[in-house]
């Protein structure tokens, strides 16, 4: 009679699943798509503060880009103040006067796609104090066969209105004499021989009109976009990924543990019928119902057969 008892080096039904490399292969998967949707979830995140970002700064160019200009006082108390984030694109009236052998050229800032400099004229203010105090001003846009003695300032006492922009990072880059190659305050003021001459605010301003007006008015500067890109869809299609990457190779890994699963039933069908386990009333062999040997997958020829079969062809 066949005995209950597992044979003596048979592992337990648990063990055996746990060592298949089917499994070792599902688990594998699962891992391997976890650390991905961790991956794109991180990038999505990424891509979503990226429109937060750029959200908060079209917020700030629609409330301040149209708005009223007040007094440069009311918004920098001092020239030490930097120009905050929600004061960027605010129009302020000043007046003082340009020092227009202080121009500077600022290179590789195109208009309208094309070539062009930017004329940067320090201005003298006269603060309410009685003090003076400079202001980088962008003039606007001229054509790069042309020089800023071209195009001079009006003379004397100047009201302007500008709009408030922050100082741009100073550059390492070199630039020839009277040019620079940023919009930064100490490099423009140096560029222009009156570094230190006067307190310098931390920030310029872009002209939108100067009274009196100038001979010859200087190209418009471009206005900022509003645009809010494609960070916000980017973000989406991250997370999408995420969630494709999880329910992708869950259903590989399922199919891993399927497909072993199917071949060990097989292979236990094909071992019960080779031992002929007594039937427990007669001892006679216990007649099990024939079973349909398991199909095995054709494996694909490789070169060499290929090449044989070549010459086994050649040769007949």
């Keep these: 009679m066949s005995s209950d008892r597992p044979r003596t080096g048979d592992a337990p039904a648990t063990d055996r699943a746990v060592d298949r490399p089917a499994v070792r292969r599902a688990i594998g998967l699962v891992a391997f798509s976890v650390v991905l949707a961790c991956v794109c979830v991180m990038l999505g995140l990424w891509q979503w503060h990226r429109h937060e970002a750029r959200a908060a700064a079209i917020e700030v160019v629609e409330a301040n880009f149209g708005a009223d200009p007040v007094p440069l006082d009311a918004v920098l108390t001092s020239p030490a103040v930097p120009v905050d984030d929600d004061a960027v694109w605010r129009p302020v009236r000043v007046t003082g006067r340009y020092d227009a052998d202080?121009?500077?050229?600022?290179?590789?800032?195109?208009?309208?796609?094309?070539?062009?400099?930017?004329?940067?004229?320090?201005?003298?203010?006269?603060?309410?104090?009685?003090?003076?105090?400079?202001?980088?001003?962008?003039?606007?846009?001229?054509?790069?066969?042309?020089?800023?003695?071209?195009?001079?300032?009006?003379?004397?006492?100047?009201?302007?209105?500008?709009?408030?922009?922050?100082?741009?990072p100073a550059?390492?880059?070199?630039?020839?004499?009277?040019?620079?190659?940023?919009?930064?305050?100490?490099?423009?003021?140096?560029?222009?021989?009156v570094a230190g001459d006067r307190p310098a605010y931390a920030g310029y301003g872009a002209l939108v009109s100067e009274s009196p007006a100038a001979a010859e008015r200087l190209g418009p500067l471009p206005e900022p976009s509003t645009d809010p890109g494609s960070h916000l869809s980017y973000a989406l299609q991250w997370w999408t990924f995420a969630v494709g990457a999880l329910i992708g190779f869950?259903?590989?890994?399922?199919?891993e543990v399927t497909a072993a699963g199917?071949?060990?039933?097989?292979?236990?069908d094909s071992d019960g019928r080779r031992d002929?386990?007594?039937?427990?009333?007669?001892?006679?062999?216990?007649?099990t119902a024939p079973v349909a040997p398991a199909r095995r997958r054709r494996r694909a020829p490789s070169a060499e057969d290929v090449e044989d079969a070549l010459i086994d062809a050649q040769l007949r």
């Design 102 to 168: 202080a121009a500077v050229l600022l290179r590789n800032r195109p208009v309208a796609g094309r070539p062009a400099y930017h004329v940067l004229v320090p201005f003298v203010v006269d603060r309410p104090d009685g003090s003076e105090a400079l202001l980088v001003v962008d003039r606007g846009a001229l054509s790069v066969d042309r020089t800023a003695d071209d195009v001079p300032p009006p003379s004397g006492t100047v009201d302007l209105v500008v709009r408030l922009r922050a100082d741009e």
């Design 171 to 193: 550059s390492a880059r070199d630039a020839p004499d009277g040019q620079v190659q940023a919009i930064s305050v100490e490099q423009v003021l140096e560029a222009g021989g």
């Design 250 to 255: 869950a259903i590989l890994a399922r199919r």
């Design 262 to 268: 199917e071949d060990d039933v097989a292979a236990d």
């Design 276 to 287: 002929g386990s007594d039937d427990a009333r007669g001892g006679r062999p216990r007649r």
